[in-house]
């Protein structure tokens, strides 16, 4: 697994963590939504990457941060599909 790889599969990690952490009622949610919440987290994450990736190469002291706001990116869009909003 590249580099790449992993930080992908770290980073949707995290932004399903962040979401079941702040959106609790994923759990009595149909199969259907939460798969639109997730399809709606895949669909930003190639942007949130590539955000995080310019974040920490203009800024490598703020890396952690960089990829919890993208985490948290993701999660947001996971949120709004299952709020509607």
């Known amino acids: 697994m590249n580099s790449i790889d992993l930080l992908g599969?770290?980073?949707?990690?995290a932004a399903l963590?962040?979401?079941?952490?702040?959106?609790?009622?994923?759990?009595?949610a149909s199969p259907a939504q939460q798969e639109a919440a997730c399809a709606a987290m895949r669909a930003k994450a190639r942007e949130a990457v590539d955000q995080l990736l310019a974040d920490a190469e203009n800024?490598?002291?703020?890396?952690?941060?960089?990829f919890a706001c993208a985490a948290l990116t993701l999660a947001h869009e996971g949120i709004k599909v299952l709020r509607g909003c």
């Open 9 to 13: 599969q770290k980073l949707g990690t």
């Open 59 to 66: 800024a490598p002291g703020v890396t952690h941060a960089a």
């Open 17 to 28: 963590t962040t979401l079941v952490r702040l959106c609790p009622e994923i759990e009595t």
